[in-house]
């Protein structure tokens, strides 16, 4: 929720693309979040990486990514390998936690009086991130994230 003088003046799709290794991210906006949108965007990711590189794409469950022509699109680009994450498990998604970032260190500290103000703030924060990228690295141990799975677990099955 937001201030009661808030007013939305609209907004965008964020497609993003993280690099792992040094943490760069490619990013485009849309207006919608279609199957036609994910097409340009891959479109773009095979433009903008190089050509002798496989692409592993970690996605969520969302039908744009399953659509019938971006299936037939990946046919004919075999080094983009989709992966997609189980349902209700977005802590496994990178992408999802830099979505948490920029959400908190820029949309919702921001006013934007119009769509193109929001772009050019999202692309300007993808700019100042790529500036000097960092990885994603995980503290935790992962015998302690297996404990918090095994415990919700049985939690739900005790309930």
């Not at 990178?94 to 934007?112: A, C, M, N, P, Q």
């Not at 692309?123 to 000097?132: L, R």
């Amino acid at each position: 929720t937001m201030t009661h003088d808030y007013k939305r003046h609209g907004t965008t799709t964020l497609f993003a693309a993280m690099e792992l290794v040094e943490g760069r991210l490619i990013g485009q906006c849309m207006p919608r979040h279609r199957h036609q949108e994910f097409l340009k965007f891959l479109r773009m990711l095979d433009a903008q990486t190089p050509g002798d590189l496989d692409l592993h794409l970690i996605l969520d469950n969302y039908c744009t990514h399953k659509h019938a022509k971006v299936k037939s699109w990946l046919k004919r680009h075999p080094r983009f390998h989709l992966h997609f994450t189980p349902t209700s498990s977005s802590w496994l998604n990178l992408i999802e936690r830099w979505f948490r970032e920029i959400t908190d260190k820029r949309i919702r500290r921001g006013v934007f009086r119009s769509v193109a103000e929001l772009k050019k703030a999202i692309m300007a924060y993808i700019d100042g991130h790529n500036d000097n990228p960092k990885p994603f690295i995980w503290t935790a141990p992962a015998e302690r994230i297996l404990e918090k799975v095994r415990r919700a677990r049985a939690t739900l099955g005790n309930a």
